[in-house]
């Protein structure tokens, strides 16, 4: 028998390597103070651990560097399409592939189609730009995880579900309203959660009795099978890329952010089965994306995101990544700090709520905490609290608070090292332990959505 080793090692060797730089505290002050208290606002040159985002951000193969260099850049037909065409049906299996330049651009696109005022669509959570998109359509974008989902310390294994019951009764009186059902794998502003292969097949059935097209949201479609494999009985001993097609087989199209499990660092696209449909998504995309065979790409981007694919369905990659993202979670549990359970699979997400209860939900908790962490340690993160998700009232102007105030430690793919996540772990520890001086903070001026983007806050 081999033996096993507890130490994680990236399951690459690194062959170009890019400097980051250290400033001082006082320099990161100035840099908070300029910036607004809102870390979008700061330069990423002074920046030292940047855990805004796993999108876009991650590391490309040799190999995908080698086909960037054979990509095809002719206008119609070019061969990276075909390439990747190939790499997406081998795991979907579905018929009509548009490449996007990100994965909103898909979202646009479908939700411009199939949305309009008075409808409704359903998912486990929508995250905050397919909510957008939704909402910018008047299409009511609703939110049906599971009540699990929603309880940061709760430990079922698969918090991303979608809560049936509730669906089923929203499709029994609303069925007619409904253009198309999603579901988020990983559920990423809950927490990063998978969502159970029995649960999707569950979906599929009711979506299927009122005739309701299923999509995936499927960025991070990998990590979510990665998970089925490690926690669904039954699929020990199947492989991820099976247990991808499984999950595709239950679903009639998606939308998908290349940037996260397809590996790339720019791209996305829209599939599905319908041909109808095609027909529109085709004469739409054009309008912004291009002509269908590049889609807002450029033939490189595609051949890039066509090798990608391949790469992270591999169990040596997806072990690490889950086992590396455990790690920093774990530990950051052991120092006490309260963390979202069980660890996601590409961010691990901190209960700011638990643990800065001296600042109340109105003087944004989580994002008081991201500043904080970056002044102390030059660690960039993501609120994902009230900033985001919370509105105010355009009547009354009063603030209506969002579901959690959670801090997201995204980690980007192939990029750090262990020795980047035990700083991070050192970092939050003293933090966690002056954590009574956080002071809270105030919204001075916000845009009429996405506000967290570009809000510009003070101490409270
Ligand atoms: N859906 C989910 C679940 C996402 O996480 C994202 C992006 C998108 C759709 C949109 O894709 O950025 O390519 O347009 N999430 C990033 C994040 C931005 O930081 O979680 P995009």
Not at 253 to 267: C, E, F
Not at 402 to 418: C, D, K
Request: charged content about 25%.
């Amino acid at each position: 028998m081999d033996h096993t080793f507890d130490t994680i090692i990236e399951p690459f060797r690194i062959k170009s390597v890019e400097p980051i730089r250290m400033t001082t505290v006082a320099e990161r002050e100035a840099f908070l103070k300029e910036a607004h208290y809102n870390l979008f606002l700061i330069k990423a040159e002074n920046i030292l651990i940047d855990l805004l985002t796993d999108s876009g951000t991650g590391a490309m193969s040799a190999a995908q560097w080698g086909k960037m260099m054979e990509g095809d850049e002719s206008y119609a037909g070019c061969r990276s399409y075909y390439d990747m065409y190939d790499s997406v049906h081998d795991l979907t299996k579905f018929k009509h592939i548009f490449p996007t330049h990100q994965g909103r651009a898909a979202e646009r696109i479908l939700f411009g189609l199939v949305g309009s005022e008075g409808k409704i669509i359903p998912n486990n959570t929508h995250f905050d730009t397919t909510r957008a998109n939704i909402e910018f359509t008047k299409t009511e974008a609703l939110d049906l995880v599971i009540e699990e989902g929603k309880d940061p310390a709760s430990l079922h294994p698969f918090k991303g579900n979608m809560d049936l019951e509730k669906l089923e009764q929203l499709m029994e009186s609303q069925h007619k309203n409904i253009p198309l059902c999603m579901l988020t794998v990983t559920n990423n502003s809950g927490g990063g959660q998978p969502v159970s292969m029995e649960n999707i097949r569950e979906t599929h059935k009711i979506c299927k009795k009122y005739d309701i097209p299923l999509f995936l949201d499927a960025c991070r479609f990998a990590e979510n099978a990665y998970f089925i494999k490690l926690r669904e009985p039954g699929y020990e001993n199947t492989s991820v890329k099976k247990i991808v097609q499984e999950m595709f087989s239950y679903v009639d199209g998606a939308t998908m952010s290349s940037k996260k499990d397809a590996l790339v660092n720019i791209g996305g696209f829209l599939a599905f089965n319908d041909d109808e449909l095609a027909v529109n998504v085709q004469n739409m995309g054009i309008l912004t994306e291009g002509y269908p065979t590049y889609g807002g790409l450029a033939g490189r981007d595609l051949a890039a995101m066509a090798q990608g694919l391949k790469e992270v369905v591999e169990e040596d990659y997806l072990e690490y990544r889950i086992k590396s993202t455990q790690y920093f979670g774990e530990a950051l549990d052991k120092a006490g700090i309260p963390v979202m359970k069980p660890i996601g699979g590409h961010a691990v997400y901190i209960d700011a709520k638990a643990m800065l209860p001296h600042i109340p939900v109105s003087q944004l908790p989580a994002q008081a905490l991201a500043c904080e962490l970056y002044r102390v340690g030059g660690i960039r993160g993501v609120e994902i609290g009230s900033l985001m998700f919370g509105k105010r009232d355009p009547e009354t102007g009063e603030e209506i608070p969002g579901t959690m105030e959670l801090l997201r430690l995204a980690i980007p793919r192939r990029v750090y090292t262990q020795s980047h996540i035990d700083y991070c772990i050192e970092v939050l520890d003293l933090v966690n332990q002056n954590k009574e001086n956080i002071k809270g903070l105030k919204i001075t001026k916000q845009p009429p959505f996405l506000r967290h983007f570009s809000a510009e806050l003070a101490p409270a």
